[in-house]
């Protein structure tokens, strides 16, 4: 479903799902139409949000929480934060052995690292904020795009060329 509709539909999905139930009340803050990320990034996202508002339904004692995605020349930043009471010190403290965290936590950090990218969590008694940065290299270029449409149209069979000058992959031209 994901690579079918995109980040943008899957979130959107995935959040309204939430706010039927009542337990607890998300508020988005994305453009509607995000540029596509490579699958993996995509993914990627999407489980962080998904760990992150099961963490704040489950563990903050906050019955709000925002997530807002950002994109620019630098990447893509998702940011779920709610207002609750913060990630206890003793599962901090013991985090730095990564034994007091769950497969959640780990598991975004190491979906994260794995992307090239960054995790960073501030949590006080005022709230917890989990931020995830990916590289701009994730994103699906231009050229990326402009090559399957070349593709798409050579097999609608709308290009009438010379076998010679038709190339279907980025290999080197002689
Ligand atoms: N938003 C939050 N507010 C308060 N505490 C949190 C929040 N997110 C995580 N925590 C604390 O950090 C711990 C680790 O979270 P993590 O998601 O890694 O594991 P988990 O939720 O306990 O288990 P699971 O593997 O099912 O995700 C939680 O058990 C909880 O104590
Ligand atoms: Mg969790």
Known sequence: MLDECGLDSAIAWYVRGINQRNALHVEMQMPRKLQRLSKEAELAVFR????SL????????SDKATVRIKQDGE???????????????????????TKGLGVG???MRERVKQLGGRLEIE?????????AMIP??????ARAV???????EVQAEKIVSNEDKVYLDDSPRT
Not at 77 to 93: C, E, F, N, Q, R
Not at 123 to 131: A, F, H, L, Y
Not at 146 to 152: D, G, L, N, P, T
């Open 75 to 97: 990447g893509c930043t998702v940011i779920v934060s709610d207002t609750g009471h913060g990630i206890p010190d003793a599962v901090l403290d013991r985090s730095s052995q």
């Open 48 to 51: 962080i949000v998904q760990a």
């Open 105 to 107: 936590i780990l598991g």
């Open 54 to 61: 099961t963490n704040i339904h489950l563990h903050s004692g």
């Open 136 to 141: 701009g290299h994730h994103f699906r270029t």
């Open 146 to 152: 402009r090559h399957r449409h070349f593709i798409a």
């Open 123 to 131: 949590t006080s008694g005022n709230g917890t904020r989990v931020k």
